[in-house]
Nanobody, 118 residues
Framework: VQLQASGGGLVQSGGSLKLSCVAS????????IGWFRQAPGKERERVSC???????QYAGSVKDRFTISSDNAKNTVYLQMNSLKPEDTAVYYC?????????????WGQGTQVTVSS
């Protein structure tokens, strides 16, 4: 089971990025897939999650700016990030949970750096 996150980069405030999380060894529609982020000196936080049933959740800080989606044919989960702010700067990780979005995420991708300049 592997997760490969990509799509990070440097963007100006107000810009957009789209992160991808490609899964191998399992089907993304059989797991809850979450996007997390961790900024230097801060705790890791869950940004968004898509459940096995397709329902989505967002942290309050990104709601209405970020959109999570999945493409089962490509076995990939995306995180579209719009109206980026400097406080969105962090390493972003995708992770898979067997049960539900709030459950333990046993599989993690390697992380992709997102840097938003002011």
């Amino acid at each position: 089971v592997q997760l490969q996150a990509s799509g990070g980069g440097l963007v100006q405030s107000g810009g957009s990025l789209k992160l991808s999380c490609v899964a191998s060894g399992f089907n993304v529609d059989t797991y809850a897939i979450g996007w997390f982020r961790q900024a230097p000196g801060k705790e890791r936080e869950r940004v968004s999650c898509v459940s096995r049933s397709g329902s989505v959740q967002y942290a309050g800080s990104v709601k209405d700016r970020f959109t999570i989606s999945s493409d089962n044919a490509k076995n990939t989960v995306y995180l579209q990030m719009n109206s980026l702010k400097p406080e969105d700067t962090a390493v972003y990780y995708c992770a898979a949970a067997q049960a539900w979005c709030g459950g333990p995420h046993g599989y993690w991708g390697q992380g992709t750096q997102v840097t938003v300049s002011s």
